[in-house]
């Protein structure tokens, strides 16, 4: 047996044989897969660990005393088998057992040979069958003597009726370098991929294979989606051996080689980059590789790669390419140890399957236990909060969401950092009935120490954050009534338009934030579902801000159509208007972020420069002002909002506009003659008004403000500006804001 790391069978619970007798019987072995093993990916067991966790036919030999006959003068290696997958990998928590089982044995001349077959099954269900297992002992002569894998690709077997969809991507690398390849495994898919993947970026949980040690594939030298003898696609990876090797360790003591179970994993691996160069991730956040279950896979081993191996090669000839809802790659590994062909598998599959980030990992944050709001035995705790931003529909919604288990894409709430949703504690509606009237309640712990107090230029609640914990309960709400289930394709969750007063400013010290939210009305047409909320917000039994707003589902095709906010030629020209104002915020000046009034810090900082400064501008002749921010399709919020549709939130363009009106009150003085100048949020008691007819994408290039001062009001021991704003992108107006104020304290905390 190996020794560990590569001891995998944690413990023998009945042996059905005669000891020291060569004849038939079955070992039955588990293996548990803890949460802190060594060779997960992504929460799940390797195919290739999961095989070589069937390792225990060894021990079943030994136990019928082989070893009287080999004398050491022998070692095992196994010859092939024909494996076939049932269902999805292991996960952590699960424990596989096996039931191994020696059927035979024969003699090639000097030779002693073995034949076995196993099973392996989690909770009862089979996961795995091995049959027509063949392993042997030999000498190291004989060993030497092997004359490799007798296969050919140029004359090999493969399908002709068979599917080759085209790549997802225009342009396709050729080769690929090791940082290049450890870029992909470590989860940097587009570090490796580069220009014409750039959706990768915006991922929360890209597809990826195993990193560290267990990457098991080298630089790809060739990639070629028409070569190959069959003309339907290759890759060549070469990986550099050494006597060092981890795997050489403990396998076996006494007779160090490589698995031949981890040179089918790096094939695997090539397979899943082979997918990845295709473009068949881009658009599947949170999805995974694994075999395609249910098809017998033969697998067969001629050679070894030992201390005084080189080099492994491994190919990969495409014989059928499916991009379909579940995308499919069949092919044939080949792996060649120092030129010897070594190991080949026949028309091996593997698949992109749907999973969540979420699916096989703890909670982000230990909440206390409150009681929550349910319906029909589910909880909407915090579990199933976050499961909203990240998680398996059925374990955010419940039963109601058990379609969306599959293929079919839920609108989600935001995730990390941007999620602002702890539980549901009080709700007068059924679940997937869309009823005016319907209610929530829903909380949100404030944490003292949360990112946007030190990022905001105040220790308040930055106002985006709060209009955020406003919006994400009319999210949570609309998903509550189902409209997505009854709905015949995918929607997407839009903001459209809202009005807004806040009343008091959140600190860090607050507590709990509550919000009632009540679904005013509801509309359908054409496929658009339109409902309406009223929203009251409270710490305590304080009401610090009141909301009516409208949220509506759409199909993909709808927001497509998006024509934005009317706006005239004339102001449209604004957008190109010269001017010789220009600050570089990037670089952060101290006139704007050293002093007691000042800009956010980088992650809340929504523009990047101002280039426009009219100040006689405007119908009220105060000022007219421009910002622009370059769209970064890396940018943390795109990650976060939304979990597989990647938008910048309504809310960060309204924070933009805020950080504009505040850039002209810092540029005119305004507060100059305060001893301790703070601003606040938004100003307080001021209703604001906003709508939103379009959106910023990961692959949009510039996003503008225009701001337009309409009044600028002197109070007692503080000064208050109004605006009109708007917000363009790639030259389309898409956001207005309507009594937009901002207002300057002389006091130094709230």
């Not at 000498?139 to 490799?148: K, N, P, Q, R, V």
């Not at 900082?605 to 890396?634: C, E, S, T, Y």
């Amino acid at each position: 047996m190996p020794e560990p790391p590569l001891l995998l069978a944690d413990r023998v619970t009945a042996i059905d044989a005669e000891p020291g007798v060569l004849s038939t019987g079955t070992i039955y072995t588990e293996t548990d897969v803890r949460h802190d093993s060594w060779y997960l990916n992504q929460g799940y067991m390797p195919a290739g660990i999961m095989i070589e966790s069937g390792q225990a036919d060894l021990l079943l030999i030994s136990w019928m005393g082989v070893d009287f006959l080999n004398k050491s003068e022998r070692i095992y290696r196994l010859l092939g088998c024909e494996l076939t997958y049932h269902g999805g990998l292991p996960k952590a928590g699960d424990t596989l057992a096996f039931d191994i089982h020696i059927d035979a044995h024969a003699n090639q001349g000097d030779i002693r040979l073995f034949f076995f077959h196993y099973d392996c099954h989690i909770a009862g269900d089979a996961r795995l069958s091995v049959r027509h297992g063949q392993a042997g002992f030999f000498t190291d002569a004989e060993l030497a003597d092997s004359m490799g894998v007798l296969w050919d690709a140029a004359t090999g077997e493969h399908r002709k009726d068979v599917r080759l969809d085209p790549p997802a991507v225009d342009q396709i690398g050729r080769s690929f370098t090791h940082a290049q390849v450890q870029a992909f495994a470590q989860g940097d898919a587009f570090g490796c991929f580069g220009k014409g993947y750039e959706l990768l970026q915006t991922h929360t949980r890209t597809p990826k294979i195993q990193a560290a040690k267990m990457c098991l594939m080298g630089e790809v030298v060739e990639l070629d989606t028409n070569g190959g003898p069959w003309k339907r696609g290759y890759l060549r990876s070469v990986l550099a051996l050494s006597s060092t090797d981890w795997f050489l360790e403990g396998h076996f003591k006494h007779d160090p080689c490589m698995p031949g179970t981890l040179m089918f994993e790096g094939g695997l691996q090539a397979m899943a980059f082979y997918m990845s160069a295709l473009g068949y991730t881009l658009k599947r956040d949170g999805w995974r590789f694994e075999p395609v279950p249910d098809v017998a896979y033969m697998l067969r081993c001629r050679g070894q790669a030992t201390p005084r191996s080189r080099e492994l090669v491994y190919e990969l000839f495409v014989e059928e390419v499916i991009d379909g809802p579940i995308p499919m790659l069949f092919v044939d590994i080949l792996a060649t140890v120092d030129g010897l062909k070594a190991f080949h598998c026949r028309g091996m599959g593997v698949q992109l399957v749907v999973d969540w980030p979420l699916a096989n990992e703890a909670p982000l944050r230990e909440v206390d236990d409150r009681i929550c709001a349910s319906t029909n035995g589910f909880v909407y705790d915090y579990a199933s909060m976050i499961a909203c931003a990240l998680g398996k529909p059925s374990d955010a919604m419940g039963p109601l969401y058990a379609p969306f288990d599959g293929t079919r894409r839920m609108p989600r709430l935001p995730g990390a950092p941007y999620h602002f949703l702890t539980r549901a504690t009080a709700l007068d509606g059924t679940p997937g009935v869309e009823r005016v009237g319907t209610s929530v309640v829903l909380e949100y712990d404030v944490p003292a120490d949360a990112w946007y107090f030190t990022q905001g230029g105040a220790r308040t609640m930055p106002f985006c954050v709060l209009l955020e914990a406003g919006l994400q309960p009319c999210g949570w709400l609309s998903l509550f009534t189902g409209a997505p289930v009854r709905a015949r394709e995918d929607l997407y969750y839009r903001n459209l338009d809202g009005t807004g007063t806040l009343l008091t400013e959140i600190l860090p010290d607050s507590g709990t934030l509550r919000t009632h939210v009540t679904l005013k009305s509801a509309a359908q047409s054409a496929g658009m579902v339109i409902q309406s909320f009223d929203v009251e917000m409270y710490l305590g039994d304080t009401r610090f801000y009141t909301m009516d707003t409208t949220f509506g589902f759409f199909p993909a095709a709808s927001l497509a159509r998006q024509a934005g906010i009317a706006a005239s030629p004339q102001e449209q020209s604004w957008l190109a208007a010269p001017n010789d104002f220009l600050v570089d915020l990037t670089a952060r000046p101290p006139a704007f972020f050293d002093a007691a009034l000042r800009l956010p810090e980088p992650m809340l900082l929504m523009i990047d420069r101002v280039d426009g400064f009219w100040p006689d501008g405007g119908q009220a002749g105060l000022g007219l002002m421009r910002a622009r921010k370059d769209v970064d399709v890396n940018e943390w919020f795109f990650k976060a909002h939304f979990y597989q549709d990647p938008v910048q939130p309504g809310s960060l363009g309204i924070e933009a506009m805020i950080q504009t009106l505040q850039f002209f009150m810092i540029e005119r003085g305004l507060a100059d003659d305060f001893a301790n100048p703070r601003f606040e949020p938004l100003a307080l008691a001021q209703a604001l008004t906003w709508k939103y007819r379009g959106q910023v994408l990961p692959q949009h290039r510039l996003a503008s403000v225009e701001l337009e001062i309409t009044a600028v009001e002197h109070e007692a021991h503080s000064v208050l500006a109004r605006a009109t704003a708007h917000l363009w992108v790639d030259g389309l107006r898409i956001y207005s804001a309507h009594n937009l104020a901002m207002r300057v304290s002389d006091v130094c905390t709230p």
